[in-house]
């Protein structure tokens, strides 16, 4: 897939056009145009094959033959040219979360900043000050802007890597010398964050693995090959290893490879106990190996229960296991609908019934469609009037669908003063209600989380959106008590959102099993925008698998009806 190639490419015209003080709606279209390629499910080029280009949203007829021009070529001749104009260096510095393009070409021309560790430089020498807009607490934000941009460029987003590991398990499956194959690691254990991808492999003939491997079309560097080892940097500069086992290895390696670390040192302790050694080869008493084909052995050899991959951290998962208390996860099959999906009322580019029908093609029941309240106007915040009209819709389309229902709800602004962005008397209305901050993320923490508990006391407010705020590599989370938040969540019987957007990801495991802990339901919402982007749901159960969630914990696990019922409870 070149979706991320192209979007990229237009992300960074995006901001050489803001570099040179072009049309902010130019600018904002081919912003737009690489969010929504960025997130396409679907493979650009096969879409480009059907001629469909234009029909994607943000794409017209100029953007649909730049796309062509890009999957033809590798790249694009406007592009190329503005890059001739804008210094290198300049083009890395504004990666850094919260400069921005503008501020970053102030730094150019007044210092001739061209570089990160040029800029780290002046920051902490407290050289900035000064210039257009930057003062004290500009520099220290800079500062903490590189390390978290530093963090970034090391680690890379979930979805990103479940796409990735896929594809490439996706190829390698086609190999008739292939007879097992698995992802393990980070992305098994579905980290928010990953370093790199391991794949473990079956095979009779393993150096024909290894030469399809370091063939594949993605890959832009062989860093190591062997007879049964190799490595490469894939597309974006992201390292793949892979490695073939024995077969009667296998299950040790994948639950070694999978890891944790510390999971592994506890599993290691336990098996010494028994005087019994587990490693990547297999399970020993003595020189006698006694099992490691099947991951299950290894467990049952400790006379555990299989641990999910997403609870092997060692936080508390082995002492579970030991007292039979291991949560039964919840699964993707058993999620029945999304609280969080935007249409056409505000920013997002479905109508009533694309929504439904995509929610239908997952196996879904419902979905809440939640648009932006009226005050955000940069997201298209729908108007009194206008939310009256949807009630009206969404009530009308209930009556003639039999297999997917609609919850007509909102996304409602939460004011600086904790007060909401649409009366009471429109809000008892409405089937549910997510609150959010949108803005004044920079308030202290003690206004931050009463602004959060005053919207929860609002007996109409039934669940909290990405309550924390961040953008996981771009923007750190805003400072909260979040033991207070989940506190008053129990006490008002509000949920919080697991907002499973890649970036987002919020709450998460952590404070989502906290939540678990206090008796708070959570509410797993996609933030779609476009179609494609409901499928972000798989993120969301696998946050809440890492966060030791069950079905009991989840709204989403919920009939339509058992959800109107809940919805009302705060009456």
Known sequence: MKNQEVANIFRKIADMLEIKGENPFRIRAYQKAAQNIENLAEDIEIIAQRNELDSLPGI??????????????????????????????????????????RTAKILYD???????????????????QGLPGIKAKTEENILKGIAIYRQKMSRVMLSTMLSLSREIIGELKTLKEVKRIEVAGSVRRRRETIKDIDILVVSPRPEKVMDFFTQLRLVETVQAKGRTKSSIRARGGIQVDIRVV????????????????????????????????????????????????????????????????????????????????LPQLVEMEAIRGDLHVHSKYSDGVA??????????????EWIAVCDHSQSLKIAGGVSLAQMEEKIAAIKKFNQKSKKVKLLCGAEVDIHNDGSLDYPDELLKKLDIVIAAIHSGFKQDEKTLTNRIIKAMSNPWVHVIAHPTGRLIGEREAYPLNLEKIIEEAARTRTALEINAYPQRLDLNDIYSRAAKDKGVLLAIGTDAHILDQMDYLELGVAVARRGWLEKKDLLNCLSYSELMKLTHRKD
Do not use: W
Not at 303 to 315: A, C, F, H, S, T
Not at 351 to 364: F, R, Y
């Open 60 to 101: 017209g007829k100029d953007l649909a033959q730049k796309i062509t021009e890009i999957l033809t070529t590798g790249t694009l001749k406007q592009y190329e040219e503005m890059k001739k104009e804008i210094p290198e260096g300049l083009m890395e510095i504004i990666l850094i979360p919260g400069l921005g393009p």
């Open 110 to 128: 007044e210092l001739k900043v061209e570089s990160i560790d040029q800029l780290e430089r002046l920051a902490q020498e407290h050289k900035l």
């Open 246 to 325: 024995e077969p009667e290895s296998f299950g040790a390696a994948l639950c070694y490879f999978t890891g944790s670390k510390a999971h592994n040192i506890r599993i290691r302790e336990l098996a010494i106990k028994k005087g019994l050694k587990i490693n990547e080869y297999g399970i020993f008493r003595g020189e006698e190996k006694i099992g490691g084909e099947e991951e299950e052995e290894v467990y049952s050899a400790l006379e555990l229960p299989v641990i999910p991959p997403e609870l092997r951290e060692d936080r508390g998962e082995i002492e579970a296991a030991l007292h039979g208390n």
């Open 351 to 364: 109508t009533l019934e694309e929504i439904a029908h995509k929610a239908e093609a997952m196996g879904l």
